[in-house]
């Protein structure tokens, strides 16, 4: 534990530490977001069909998938509550109660009966676990990013910061991996009626993985150095928006754009669009999960080069390399899709994952630096809860609405390309903080300038 006469300096963190902690973010985010993903892609796929079928297709639909949103929804709670418990307690302890909730609600989804079973009881159970879902998603990202990003060295934070940005792509991975082998090996009718159902009790497995991997590393030394300073703040939320809020709402307007985007297919709207029995494109399960999977891997890719990138180049200028790499392919990407090609549409998600990842990847880092660290749970916690439900939270539902209303993917292009303005120019009201020390004794310098506002 560092001492109040030695700052809090990652750099006397082992290696072997510091490879300890990589693994463990990643582990934890990947089991988080593949919990968090096969909901989505079951929403896509299934769940309109076996809990709210009683409302017709076309609501059906669109409850499906605002029950993938109403989590977002609850994100800012679980941010609240894990940022003040994290800002207080430590970020370690925070990373396995998170795991625990996620992993939990999961298994029990698998158990859920129909609606054919259970009546009204089944959607509103599978809404709760939802909810707890969306809980644990909001406090576990704070927390897992903090003990990457502050273990680092400073010329290494947006490296470091990218394992846990790997969660998801690699979740994504697994959750589209598990659900096309399950529609291979349970096709048709008995996917439905029980091959979906696998890879949500697989989840009872990983957490045990889960918390073997995250029990056995230490606490981040910037809280540690808090923590032997007794500093911690008493109402670190209340802090928070008495003198940072408009960092706050900027930085939610970064994510918001790389979310929205991003949940075109890990929130299942591309997945039901291909392969809907009614709709224009008809196509098989299996072969488009296995295309989403592909642009995972693609995502994973530049979300790791981007963050090795932005120690060289700056947070702000990836970020917005990334920006305009997502506006010019929003279009091409659904005109790939409507082909109906399979291997064009896997070539229109992959293109257009590339800025997904390159602003993904140094978000970790970007952040972090951004808030004080006494607050930076809350601040990195909250700011991330907001972008979310601004950005993902509905962006399935919305996209469904607007191609029943207009009859074109189009409308849905036009709706992206606007969000990833928003979230451009937010980004550059931003100051780049890159390599700014984040220990306790510069809290000062870390409370100012983090806009190109101030002074």
Same mark, same amino acid.
């Given at each position: 534990?560092?001492?109040?006469?030695?700052?809090?300096?990652?750099?006397?963190?082992?290696?072997?530490?510091?490879?300890?902690?990589?693994?463990?973010?990643?582990?934890?985010?990947?089991?988080?977001?593949?919990?968090?993903?096969?909901?989505?892609?079951?929403?896509?796929?299934?769940?309109?069909?076996?809990?709210?079928?009683?409302?017709?297709?076309?609501?059906?639909?669109?409850?499906?998938?605002?029950?993938?949103?109403?989590?977002?929804?609850?994100?800012?709670?679980?941010?609240?509550?894990?940022?003040?418990?994290?800002?207080?307690?430590?970020?370690?302890?925070?990373?396995?109660?998170?795991?625990?909730?996620?992993?939990?609600?999961?298994?029990?989804?698998?158990?859920?009966?129909?609606?054919?079973?259970?009546?009204?009881?089944?959607?509103?159970?599978?809404?709760?676990?939802?909810?707890?879902?969306?809980?644990?998603?909001?406090?576990?990202?704070?927390?897992?990013?903090?003990?990457?990003?502050?273990?680092?060295?400073?010329?290494?934070?947006?490296?470091?910061?990218?394992?846990?940005?790997?969660?998801?792509?690699?979740?994504?991975?697994?959750?589209?991996?598990?659900?096309?082998?399950?529609?291979?090996? *349970?096709?048709? /009718?008995?996917?439905?009626?029980?091959?979906? %159902?696998? =890879?949500? #009790?697989?989840? !009872?497995?990983?957490?045990? +993985?889960?918390?073997?991997?995250?029990?056995?590393?230490?606490?981040?030394?910037?809280?540690?150095?808090?923590?032997?300073?007794?500093?911690?703040?008493?109402?670190?939320?209340?802090?928070?928006?008495?003198?940072?809020?408009?960092?706050?709402?900027?930085?939610?307007?970064?994510?918001?754009?790389?979310?929205?985007?991003?949940?075109?297919?890990?929130?299942?709207?591309?997945?039901?669009? *291909?392969?809907? /029995?009614?709709?224009?494109?008809?196509?098989? %399960?299996? =072969?488009? #999960?296995?295309? !989403?999977?592909?642009?995972? +891997?693609?995502?994973?890719?530049?979300?790791?080069?981007?963050?090795?990138?932005?120690?060289?180049?700056?947070?702000?200028?990836?970020?917005?390399?990334?920006?305009?790499?997502?506006?010019?392919?929003?279009?091409?990407?659904?005109?790939?899709?409507?082909?109906?090609?399979?291997?064009?549409?896997?070539?229109?998600?992959?293109?257009?994952?590339?800025?997904?990842?390159?602003?993904?990847?140094?978000?970790?880092?970007?952040?972090?630096?951004?808030?004080?660290?006494?607050?930076?749970?809350?601040? !990195?916690?909250?700011?991330?809860?907001?972008?979310?439900?601004?950005?993902?939270?509905?962006?399935?539902?919305?996209?469904?609405?607007?191609?029943?209303?207009?009859?074109?993917?189009?409308?849905?292009?036009?709706?992206?390309?606007?969000?990833?303005?928003?979230?451009?120019?937010?980004?550059?009201?931003?100051?780049?903080?890159?390599?700014?020390?984040?220990?306790?004794?510069?809290?000062?310098?870390?409370?100012?300038?983090?806009?190109?506002?101030?002074?």
């Amino acid at each position: 534990m560092a001492s109040p006469s030695h700052p809090a300096d990652p750099t006397r963190t082992t290696a072997a530490e510091r490879r300890r902690v990589a693994l463990a973010t990643t582990i934890g985010t990947t089991i988080e977001w593949y919990d968090f993903f096969i909901y989505a892609s079951a929403a896509g796929l299934v769940f309109a069909q076996l809990y709210f079928r009683p409302a017709g297709d076309q609501i059906a639909l669109l409850l499906s998938f605002a029950s993938v949103g109403v989590s977002f929804l609850f994100r800012p709670l679980g941010a609240l509550l894990a940022g003040h418990l994290g800002d207080r307690i430590g970020r370690k302890a925070m990373l396995v109660v998170t795991l625990i909730l996620m992993g939990g609600a999961t298994t029990v989804i698998g158990l859920l009966p129909t609606y054919d079973q259970a009546g009204v009881i089944a959607p509103a159970s599978l809404l709760i676990l939802r909810i707890l879902q969306g809980l644990s998603a909001g406090g576990e990202w704070g927390g897992a990013v903090l003990m990457a990003v502050e273990h680092a060295p400073a010329e290494r934070r947006g490296r470091f910061g990218a394992f846990p940005q790997l969660g998801p792509p690699l979740g994504l991975l697994a959750a589209s991996g598990a659900m096309a082998l399950m529609a291979v090996i *349970a096709p048709g /009718p008995a996917f439905a009626a029980w091959g979906w %159902r696998v =890879p949500f #009790l697989i989840s !009872v497995v990983l957490i045990i +993985v889960g918390i073997v991997v995250r029990s056995r590393v230490a606490e981040s030394p910037v809280f540690a150095e808090i923590a032997e300073r007794r500093e911690q703040t008493t109402l670190p939320v209340a802090r928070l928006f008495r003198f940072h809020a408009p960092i706050v709402i900027l930085a939610a307007l970064t994510f918001a754009g790389n979310n929205a985007a991003g949940y075109m297919t890990t929130g299942g709207y591309l997945q039901n669009y *291909a392969t809907d /029995p009614n709709g224009p494109l008809q196509l098989e %399960r299996a =072969p488009v #999960l296995l295309a !989403v999977s592909a642009s995972a +891997v693609v995502w994973g890719l530049c979300t790791w080069i981007a963050g090795g990138l932005s120690d060289r180049i700056g947070r702000r200028t990836t970020y917005l390399i990334g920006w305009a790499c997502q506006l010019i392919t929003v279009f091409p990407m659904f005109w790939l899709v409507d082909t109906g090609n399979l291997w064009l549409l896997a070539l229109g998600l992959a293109l257009f994952t590339i800025g997904n990842g390159l602003t993904y990847g140094p978000q970790a880092a970007f952040f972090a630096e951004l808030f004080p660290a006494s607050i930076r749970f809350s601040g !990195v916690a909250i700011s991330y809860a907001i972008g979310a439900i601004l950005g993902g939270a509905f962006a399935p539902t919305i996209a469904t609405a607007l191609v029943q209303q207009f009859h074109t993917t189009n409308a849905v292009g036009v709706y992206l390309a606007g969000l990833t303005i928003i979230a451009a120019a937010a980004t550059f009201l931003l100051r780049d903080r890159t390599g700014i020390p984040l220990g306790p004794e510069n809290e000062a310098g870390q409370a100012r300038g983090a806009t190109i506002l101030a002074d």
